[in-house]
């Protein structure tokens, strides 16, 4: 990390389980939205985070590396998929 800022987000969103959002985010810090913006998006841009157009805010496997943390898997679908898919016949 190179801002406390940013620490302090990651912080905030590691006690929300990983995801919240920007004005949540900026309310917690007591900073403006806008300026909470900035700061997401330079973190998104690093990979840190993933920002979304919704003003949702997730931490992206290297966020979790930052945090000390095991990057968390959120679905097996697609290697679900995989496996299902290899057991069909073809017609």
């Known amino acids: 990390m190179s801002t406390p800022d940013e620490s ?3 912080k905030i969103l590691e006690d929300e389980d990983g995801e919240s959002s920007v ?3 900026a309310r917690k810090l007591r900073l403006t939205p806008n300026y909470t913006r900035v700061i ?3 973190m998104g841009e690093s990979d840190i985070i993933d920002v979304f157009r919704t003003g949702k ?4 496997n290297k966020g979790w590396g930052a945090l000390g ?3 968390k898997q959120t679905s097996n679908g697609l290697k679900r998929y995989m496996e299902d898919r290899a057991k069909w016949e073809a017609i």
Do not use: C, E, P, T
Request: charged share 30%.
């Open 8 to 10: 302090k987000i990651l």
């Open 23 to 25: 004005g949540r985010i």
């Open 40 to 42: 997401l998006r330079s």
């Open 57 to 60: 805010v997730k931490i992206a």
């Open 69 to 71: 943390k095991q990057v």
